[in-house]
């Protein structure tokens, strides 16, 4: 590994697993369709899922702190901004990630457990205008691991921000994915060149396995 990780003063983050993006039945694919695409394939999202239950179990081993970004919305959409009221207005009609409802929740193979944490946000970065921040001083973190979808969204701009505050960033390379393999494959390889560092679950659930030397 090109950096040293430990389970020390290290948090977990994961990114947006949702029904919304991830069920047959949510709102992407209400609005987008099913259907496999060369450009736009929804069904490649799921495949992050068992890389993300693999890593979270790994880090309630390892007593690291596990912690849910959920995008939601107000079910209005009054706090939609540019992306709902011009870029994308259609994702009002299908109740995209409307805050108390199903499509917002983590889907059922992930579901949180008492002692994890949930931060809600409503862009795509999980440190605009939300309490991550606090939690993660509150934790005393200083090392992310971040999984989750969709890897050219809202994981590369959470690890973007976090980079941006002098966090050591490391994305799970195969706990996280995107609805086009290339945005993927871009995005990591764009990271890792100036902002953190790419590592498979098996390398980070292993660093996680070994004591830390104090």
């Given at each position: 590994?090109?950096?040293?990780?430990?389970?020390?003063?290290t948090a977990l983050i994961v990114v947006d697993m949702?029904?919304?993006?991830?069920?047959?039945?949510?709102?992407?694919?209400?609005?987008?369709?099913?259907?496999?695409?060369?450009?736009?394939?929804?069904?490649?999202?799921?495949?992050?899922?068992?890389?993300c239950a693999k890593l979270i179990a790994a880090a309630?081993?390892?007593?690291?702190?596990?912690?849910?970004?959920?995008?939601?919305?107000?079910?209005?959409?009054?706090?939609?901004?540019?992306?709902?009221?011009?870029?994308?207005?259609?994702?009002?009609?299908?109740?995209?990630?409307?805050?108390?409802?199903?499509?917002?929740?983590?889907?059922?193979?992930?579901?949180?457990?008492?002692?994890?944490?949930?931060?809600?946000?409503?862009?795509?970065?999980?440190?605009?205008?939300?309490?991550?921040?606090?939690?993660?001083?509150?934790?005393?973190?200083?090392?992310?691991?971040?999984?989750?979808?969709?890897?050219?969204?809202?994981?590369?701009?959470?690890?973007?921000?976090?980079?941006?505050?002098?966090?050591?960033?490391?994305?799970?390379?195969?706990?996280?994915?995107?609805?086009?393999?290339?945005?993927?494959?871009?995005?990591?390889?764009?990271?890792?060149?100036?902002?953190?560092?790419?590592?498979?679950?098996?390398?980070?659930?292993?660093?996680?396995?070994?004591?830390?030397?104090?």
């Open positions: 590994m090109d950096a040293k990780l430990t389970r020390d003063a949702q029904n919304g993006y991830l069920h047959p039945k949510g709102s992407f694919a209400r609005l987008y369709g099913n259907a496999a695409s060369p450009q736009f394939d929804l069904t490649l999202l799921r495949r992050a899922i068992p890389g309630r081993r390892a007593n690291v702190p596990v912690i849910y970004l959920k995008y939601v919305y107000r079910p209005d959409y009054k706090d939609g901004g540019v992306l709902i009221q011009e870029i994308n207005p259609a994702l009002k009609t299908v109740q995209y990630v409307a805050d108390g409802t199903w499509d917002a929740e983590i889907v059922d193979e992930l579901a949180p457990e008492p002692g994890d944490f949930i931060v809600k946000k409503s862009r795509y970065s999980g440190f605009h205008a939300t309490r991550l921040e606090t939690v993660l001083r509150s934790l005393q973190a200083r090392s992310l691991v971040i999984c989750g979808v969709t890897t050219h969204f809202c994981v590369e701009c959470t690890a973007r921000d976090a980079h941006m505050r002098d966090y050591r960033v490391f994305i799970a390379r195969d706990a996280t994915d995107e609805a086009n393999p290339a945005w993927k494959e871009m995005a990591l390889a764009s990271f890792q060149v100036g902002f953190g560092w790419v590592f498979d679950v098996d390398e980070i659930a292993q660093s996680w396995s070994v004591a830390d030397v104090r």
